[in-house]
Protein backbone atom coordinates (compact mmCIF):
# COMPACT_ATOMS: atom_id res chain seq x y z
CA UNK A 1 0.00 0.00 0.00
CA UNK A 2 1.49 3.67 -1.21
CA UNK A 3 1.57 5.85 1.47
CA UNK A 4 -1.10 8.27 -0.16
CA UNK A 5 -3.38 5.41 0.45
CA UNK A 6 -2.57 4.82 3.68
CA UNK A 7 -3.51 8.47 4.86
CA UNK A 8 -6.53 8.60 1.91
CA UNK A 9 -7.73 5.53 4.24
CA UNK A 10 -7.58 7.32 7.87
CA UNK A 11 -8.86 10.40 6.13
CA UNK A 12 -11.85 8.38 4.76
CA UNK A 13 -12.20 6.95 8.03
CA UNK A 14 -12.31 10.34 10.16
CA UNK A 15 -14.75 12.10 7.89
CA UNK A 16 -16.94 8.97 8.22
CA UNK A 17 -16.53 8.49 12.24
CA UNK A 18 -17.70 12.46 12.06
CA UNK A 19 -20.31 11.71 10.24
CA UNK A 20 -21.32 8.77 13.04
CA UNK A 21 -20.48 11.42 15.74
CA UNK A 22 -23.43 14.21 13.95
CA UNK A 23 -20.59 16.64 13.66
CA UNK A 24 -20.64 16.52 9.84
CA UNK A 25 -23.78 16.15 7.76
CA UNK A 26 -24.31 13.02 5.68
CA UNK A 27 -23.88 14.30 2.17
CA UNK A 28 -26.61 12.14 0.75
CA UNK A 29 -29.58 13.41 3.36
CA UNK A 30 -27.32 16.90 4.05
CA UNK A 31 -28.52 16.39 7.75
CA UNK A 32 -26.74 15.61 10.58
CA UNK A 33 -27.22 11.62 11.47
CA UNK A 34 -25.97 10.81 14.69
CA UNK A 35 -25.13 7.19 15.29
CA UNK A 36 -22.63 6.75 18.56
CA UNK A 37 -22.56 2.73 18.22
CA UNK A 38 -21.02 3.13 14.47
CA UNK A 39 -18.43 5.97 15.08
CA UNK A 40 -17.41 3.51 18.32
CA UNK A 41 -16.87 0.52 15.84
CA UNK A 42 -14.91 3.06 13.48
CA UNK A 43 -12.76 4.15 16.44
CA UNK A 44 -11.94 0.49 17.11
CA UNK A 45 -11.31 -0.25 13.82
CA UNK A 46 -8.61 3.05 13.87
CA UNK A 47 -7.32 1.56 17.01
CA UNK A 48 -6.75 -2.09 15.38
CA UNK A 49 -5.03 0.04 12.23
CA UNK A 50 -2.82 1.93 14.96
CA UNK A 51 -1.91 -1.71 16.91
CA UNK A 52 -1.14 -3.68 13.50
CA UNK A 53 0.98 -1.25 11.93
CA UNK A 54 3.08 -0.27 14.77
CA UNK A 55 6.79 0.23 13.85
CA UNK A 56 5.40 0.04 10.43
CA UNK A 57 4.40 3.76 9.85
CA UNK A 58 6.50 6.78 8.53
CA UNK A 59 6.57 9.28 11.38
CA UNK A 60 3.95 11.78 9.69
CA UNK A 61 1.60 8.63 8.90
CA UNK A 62 1.97 7.99 12.80
CA UNK A 63 1.47 11.19 13.81
CA UNK A 64 -1.62 11.64 11.73
CA UNK A 65 -3.34 8.40 13.18
CA UNK A 66 -2.59 9.23 16.45
CA UNK A 67 -4.19 12.95 16.58
CA UNK A 68 -7.17 11.54 14.48
CA UNK A 69 -7.92 8.54 16.99
CA UNK A 70 -7.34 11.60 19.83
CA UNK A 71 -9.67 13.65 18.49
CA UNK A 72 -12.28 10.97 17.69
CA UNK A 73 -12.00 9.36 21.34
CA UNK A 74 -12.72 13.61 22.85
CA UNK A 75 -15.17 13.82 19.97
CA UNK A 76 -16.86 10.42 20.98
CA UNK A 77 -16.84 10.98 25.09
CA UNK A 78 -18.30 14.64 24.29
CA UNK A 79 -21.40 13.17 22.64
CA UNK A 80 -21.73 10.26 25.15
CA UNK A 81 -21.88 13.35 27.74
CA UNK A 82 -24.43 15.27 25.85
CA UNK A 83 -26.49 11.82 25.22
CA UNK A 84 -26.10 11.11 28.80
CA UNK A 85 -27.22 14.91 30.07
CA UNK A 86 -30.18 14.65 27.68
CA UNK A 87 -31.73 11.38 28.94
CA UNK A 88 -31.24 12.95 32.54
CA UNK A 89 -33.13 15.94 31.36
CA UNK A 90 -36.00 14.11 29.97
CA UNK A 91 -36.16 11.75 33.10
CA UNK A 92 -36.10 14.83 35.24
CA UNK A 93 -39.13 16.30 32.90
CA UNK A 94 -40.70 13.19 33.01
CA UNK A 95 -40.32 13.27 37.03
CA UNK A 96 -41.72 17.01 36.87
CA UNK A 97 -44.63 16.23 34.79
CA UNK A 98 -46.21 13.01 36.58
CA UNK A 99 -46.18 15.31 39.51
CA UNK A 100 -47.91 17.82 38.01
CA UNK A 101 -50.10 15.52 37.00
CA UNK A 102 -50.17 13.95 40.56
CA UNK A 103 -51.30 17.56 42.33
CA UNK A 104 -53.98 17.64 39.15
CA UNK A 105 -55.84 14.37 40.32
CA UNK A 106 -55.48 15.43 44.14
CA UNK A 107 -56.87 18.95 42.87
CA UNK A 108 -59.89 17.36 41.03
CA UNK A 109 -60.52 14.43 44.07
CA UNK A 110 -60.49 17.73 46.22
CA UNK A 111 -63.43 19.21 44.19
Known amino acids: MEKTDFIELLHFLHILCWQALGKVANPVSGKPEKNLQFAKRL ?27 TDL ?6 ELNKESQSTKTRAEQEKKEDGQSEIERKDQGNS
Open 43 to 69: IDILETLQVKTKGNLEEDEKKMLDNIL
Open 73 to 78: RLNYVD
